[in-house]
Nanobody, 118 residues
Framework: QVQLVESGGGLVQAGGSLRLSCAAS????????MGWFRQAPGKEREFVAA????????YYADSVKGRFTISRDNAKITVYLQMNNLKPEDTAVYYC???????????WGQGTQVTISS
């Protein structure tokens, strides 16, 4: 099992920045990919960004390209999501997730609220 704990959410004005962190523990040696997802009220959960743990390859949803950056710290087993130029439509609960090679995202954090005021 992998345990994930997010932090860094909050309330900021449009145009501002936040950095989310997700610390992993447990059976982390098998992690292949870690990602960020978000769910706004009344909407389905959507993919935001992902990073492969060994190669550091990154992937982004079109809606956040150029504004969000995902990164990792292998030593701390932590993944970050730097969010710049935030918009009200970025308001959501953000979830961190992890996947072993060849599997779906099976491990999820508890979520952290991000609220952007206009």
């Amino acid at each position: 099992q992998v345990q994930l704990v997010e932090s860094g959410g909050g309330l900021v004005q449009a145009g501002g920045s936040l950095r989310l962190s997700c610390a992993a523990s447990g059976r982390t040696f098998g992690i292949y990919t870690m990602g960020w997802f978000r769910q706004a009220p009344g909407k389905e959960r959507e993919f935001v960004a992902a990073i492969t743990w060994s190669g550091g390859n990154t992937y982004y949803a079109d809606s956040v390209k150029g504004r969000f950056t995902i990164s990792r710290d292998n030593a701390k087993i932590t993944v970050y999501l730097q969010m710049n130029n935030l918009k009200p439509e970025d308001t959501a609960v953000y979830y961190c997730a992890a996947a072993y090679r060849g599997s779906e995202y099976n491990f999820w954090g508890q979520g952290t609220q991000v609220t952007i005021s206009s």
